[in-house]
């Protein structure tokens, strides 16, 4: 396998997780958060089956396509159903878990594939989507989904099962108003463009997607072995990505704890600012290497300042994207707003994926890396001049400040 195919191969999986999404847009609202999060395990079986029987790079390119496919299609209906089911004090905990379980995952894959053959390792991973489905199938439907169905005593059952309580009539009177009142618009891309409120929350979605893609992590997370053993670490990069692995994880935990405590806002603003400081550093590690200057005394560097950003990055810039997917947006175009988003982030992924590999060889590691660091600038800057903070709010609330402010704006522009 070369090199670009290689590329090819660690990238396929972003751009069949961008495709996932779009599958979702039109099976929500009629399938089920639910229905579709039980399906999504189907791609993943699949593209595992495929990895252990194929001899050819193409067939190792295909089926990290269509492994993706499942996890772009999670991704996109997990925020929607963790934000519909959860109260409003721990809803932020809960969507962090998203990322949580994700990090875990890479943690599994770097302490398992590196010591075992690509077969045994992917017989391994086959098996995981099984307990998932046997589990998750116990779970009620969202509440939500059963109102916009038309169906208000499954949602009564529904939200009294995530509650442990039948006092649950104050709630869902709620959760039936809200519904109403968005089900009066229609929830195609007009209502999610053309309204103030929807599309103010698409386009901080979008740029904080952006951000968090061209922040670096793809490169750290695909190239990681490779960046550690470009910087001639004593340790080998096997072993420094477990680690890297691990941190992550500690993160994730770091942000579980604090979200509903401090603010989305706060976590995201450090997240960039500390990744910008951690790519700047290890920019400049191997820019001195470029200019073939001494780097003895500075060895610790690189792998110090990737563990640094891995940290940073997982306090905010991973888990709050997701979390603010489920929050930002109302019932009736939650599913296309949430598809489009996670769409757009794999498309981005995939892009900053294949081309680190490029620019790395053709112009130096130390380019990407200045590159990742400008984009953590931009990305400090739109996060303190454009982020709203949505800790402690009902989505109800959440809609009301956004759609209300935008009408505001409107009357004194006019």
């Not at 009620?140 to 009294?160: D, F, M, T």
């Amino acid at each position: 396998m070369t090199d670009d195919e290689g590329a090819w191969i660690a990238s396929a999986f972003m751009l069949g997780n961008a495709i996932g999404p779009l599958m979702s847009i039109a099976l929500s609202q009629h399938t089920g958060r639910k229905t579709l999060l039980i399906a999504a395990s189907l791609p993943w079986f699949v593209g595992w089956a495929m990895i252990i029987f194929a001899r050819s790079p193409w067939e190792l390119l295909v089926s990290r396509i269509i492994s993706g496919l499942g996890t772009g299609l999670s991704f996109s209906v997990l925020p929607m159903y963790l934000g519909e089911i959860a109260p409003a004090k721990i809803r932020g905990i809960l969507l962090t878990i998203i990322t949580m379980s994700q990090r875990l995952a890479v943690l599994f894959s770097y302490a398992i594939c590196p010591f075992v053959s690509i077969q045994t390792s992917a017989l391994i991973s086959l098996v995981l989507p099984i307990p998932f489905v046997c589990c998750f199938i116990w779970l009620p439907e969202s509440p939500y989904y059963w109102v916009r169905r038309g169906y208000p005593e499954e949602a009564a059952k529904s939200l009294a099962a995530f509650r442990g309580t039948n006092n649950i009539q104050a709630e869902l009177q709620i959760i039936e108003k809200s519904v109403i009142a968005e089900m009066a618009h229609s929830g195609g891309l007009r209502e999610l463009f053309c309204v103030p409120g929807n599309c103010k929350s698409m386009i901080i979605g979008l740029v904080l997607r952006l951000f968090q893609q061209c922040s670096g992590n793809q490169a750290i997370m695909m190239y990681s072995e490779t960046i550690f053993d470009q910087a001639n670490v004593e340790l080998e990069g096997k072993y420094l990505a477990i680690i890297l692995g691990a941190i992550q994880v500690i993160g994730t935990v770091l942000c579980t704890l604090f979200v509903d405590r401090h603010g989305r806002r706060p976590a995201l603003l450090f997240s960039a600012i500390g990744s910008m400081i951690t790519m700047s550093t290890v920019a400049i590690y191997f820019h001195l290497q470029y200019l073939n200057l001494s780097t003895n005394s500075i060895e610790w560097l690189p792998a110090t300042g990737c563990m640094l950003y891995v940290v940073c990055f997982c306090y905010g810039y991973a888990p709050l994207p997701t979390t603010m997917n489920g929050e930002l947006f109302p019932t009736n175009v939650k599913s296309l707003a949430c598809a489009i988003n996670v769409s757009f982030a794999n498309l981005t992924g995939f892009f900053v994926g294949k081309s680190y590999q490029l620019i790395s060889d053709s112009i130096g590691v130390h380019v990407a890396f200045w590159i990742f660091t400008v984009c953590n600038l931009g990305g400090s800057i739109f996060i303190y001049l454009w982020m709203p903070e949505t800790k402690g709010k009902t989505l109800q609330e959440i809609q009301e400040e956004s759609h209300h402010k935008n009408s505001e704006n409107h009357v004194t522009h006019t």
